[in-house]
Each structure stands twice: as C-alpha cells, then as structure tokens.
T-cell receptor, first 112, second 115 residues
Framework: GDSVTQMEGPVTLSEEAFLTINCTYTATGYPSLFWYVQYPGEGLQLLLKATKADDKGSNKGFEATYRKETTSFHLEKGSVQVSDSAVYFCALLDTGRRALTFGSGTRLQVQP | DTAVSQTPKYLVTQMGNDKSIKCEQNLGHDTMYWYKQDSKKFLKIMFSYNNKELIINETVPNRFSPKSPDKAHLNLHINSLELGDSAVYFC??????????????FGPGTRLTVT
C-alpha cells in the first residue's frame, strides 16, 4: 500500500538557518505529492504540490522537487523565520485513490 | 468567507455519550472527507463522500456514521463515545476525487475530548 515517511522531529533551528525536511514515499501508481503546514491551533494549509516527476513546487520561500528515482519530495527553505514554526506534513495522492496518505508530520521550531 | 467550516471547535463529553460534528464547505466542491488526527499528530482518512455517495470507508468502528445531506455538508455522528475517540477531527473538501492536480482544503478541526 501507499506510505509516506518523514524525518522525526522536532527540528530546532535558529532564524535565517537553512531548512531541509526529508520525505520519501512508496506508491503503486503515479502519485501527486504535497506539503501541508499546520500552525499551532489551526487546520492544515496546502504549502506546495507537484504532480509529476521533476516538477518543483514552491511557495513562501519553500521548495520541493518530485524525484521519482529516489521516491523523495524533500522540503527546503533557504532562510527560516520564527513565523515558520509549525508542523509540516508530507502527503501523497496516488492514482485512483481518493484520499491523501500523510506522513507522521515534522515539528519545526525556529528560535530568534 | 470561510471555505471549510466545522462546528463545534471544541467538544468535551463523557464516555458513552453520542455526539455529532458538522462540516460545511462553500467552495462548490463535490467531494468531502473526514480525517482523524491522533495525539501524536498522525492523520488518517476515515470517510469520503462524492456527490452525497460514500466512496471511502476505512477501517473505522461502526459507532462512527457519516451523513451527507447535500454536496456542501458532511456530518459525523459518533455513538457510545470511548476514551480512544479523543482526537482532532478534520473535515476537508476537493473538486474531483483522485484528480492529480486536485488539492484538498481543510477545516480548522474539532478537538474531541472524551472523559
């Protein structure tokens, strides 16, 4: 079945540091890949997505590239801010499936 | 102008009670979902409806019964609540089930606490 594996958190960084959150997946079809963000006390917001191999999703300074050869979709940001502190979820939507499969989430804490 | 709304936001109740959570979306989407987020933040699909028809029913106790009176609403009724039902329940909607570019929009969540 489909699955998503994320690096365990929390990830603690200083402001302006470089961020990488690793995400790998297994899927039977040709999935679309997503990163969602959950700020404290709020629901999930779509951060970025990629629908096919080699696509790069980007938003608010975050980027992730769909790598089929390594089945990965790592999230990166060049310079994090305190306001980026949140839980980040990697997710996939496989061909023919009708619901997202989520990773376990990675908590990011950015210190001033 | 809330896209996906849920009520209530917080729900505290005792074991054995029956409760309902309501969800409404004003995006014109034809598919709605219920996800459960446990205490470790893990999210898992429970149910999905497309045009009022149940299309996903994961391994969920039959104490949980979703109902979709129309495309814009998906409610979740839970009978005989148990301690293990304590979680945050998220409603979501999307335009087309399974479409590669379709994204899901989430509500703010309902935090259910069973004592």
């Amino acid at each position: 079945g489909d699955s998503v594996t994320q690096m365990e958190g929390p990830v603690t960084l200083s402001e302006e540091a470089f961020l990488t959150i690793n995400c790998t997946y297994t899927a039977t079809g040709y999935p679309s890949l997503f990163w969602y963000v959950q700020y404290p006390g709020e629901g999930l917001q779509l951060l970025l997505k990629a629908t096919k191999a080699d696509d790069k999703g980007s938003n608010k300074g975050f980027e992730a590239t769909y790598r089929k050869e390594t089945t990965s979709f790592h999230l990166e940001k060049g310079s994090v801010q305190v306001s980026d502190s949140a839980v980040y979820f990697c997710a996939l939507l496989d061909t023919g499936r009708r619901a997202l499969t989520f990773g376990s989430g990675t908590r990011l804490q950015v210190q001033p | 102008d809330t896209a996906v709304s849920q009520t209530p936001k917080y729900l505290v109740t005792q074991m054995g009670n029956d409760k309902s959570i309501k969800c409404e979306q004003n995006l014109g989407h034809d598919t709605m979902y219920w996800y459960k987020q446990d205490s470790k933040k893990f999210l898992k699909i429970m149910f999905s409806y497309n045009n009022k028809e149940l299309i996903i029913n994961e391994t969920v106790p039959n104490r949980f019964s979703p109902k979709s009176p129309d495309k814009a609403h998906l409610n979740l009724h839970i009978n005989s609540l148990e301690l293990g039902d304590s979680a945050v329940y998220f409603c979501a909607s999307s335009q087309t089930p399974g479409a590669s570019a379709s994204e899901q929009y989430f509500g703010p969540g309902t935090r259910l606490t069973v004592t």
